[in-house]
C-alpha cells in the first residue's frame, strides 16, 4: 500500500510545530543574569525624572462607535483618564457614532484640526 506524500507532510509538518511548541513553553521568563545591570541604570535614570518631565504637546484625535457595548465604554474612558494624567498630552474625541458616514465625518474633522495622532475604533 502506497502512502499520501502529501499526509507525511502535513503530520511531520504537525509534529515539528508541536515540538516547538513544547519547546517555547518550556523555556523560562526569568530575565538573564546579565540584563539586571543595564535595567537597574534605566530604573535608576526613570527614578531620576528622565522621562517625567513633559515634553512637546500631542494632540491625540479618539473617534470609536457608540458605547454600547461596556468594552468600548471602558476604553473610550481609560482613554479620557489617561490622556488627563499628562499635561502634555490633549484628547479630542469625538462624539461616538455607530454611523459610519458620521463617523467619517467625525474622522475628517479630527483630520481638519490637525492632531498629531488618531486612534480609530471602526
Known amino acids: 500500500m502506497t502512502q499520501n506524500p502529501g499526509r507525511r507532510g502535513f503530520l511531520l509538518g504537525g509534529a ?12 523560562s521568563n526569568e530575565p538573564a543574569a546579565q540584563a539586571s545591570a543595564p ?14 518631565a513633559p515634553g512637546d504637546k500631542v494632540v491625540i484625535g479618539f473617534s470609536a462607535p457608540a458605547a454600547d457595548h461596556g468594552w468600548i465604554a471602558a476604553i473610550a474612558k481609560n482613554a479620557a483618564d489617561a490622556a488627563k494624567q499628562y499635561s502634555d498630552v490633549e484628547l479630542k474625541a469625538v462624539e461616538p457614532t455607530n454611523d459610519i458616514n458620521q463617523q467619517i465625518s467625525a474622522v475628517e474633522s ?7 495622532v488618531l486612534v480609530i475604533l471602526p
Open 39 to 52: 535595567a537597574a541604570a534605566t530604573s535608576a535614570a526613570a527614578a531620576a525624572g528622565g522621562n517625567e
Open 16 to 27: 515539528v510545530l508541536g515540538a516547538g511548541a513544547l519547546v517555547t513553553a518550556c523555556t
Open 110 to 116: 479630527l483630520i481638519q484640526a490637525k492632531v498629531n
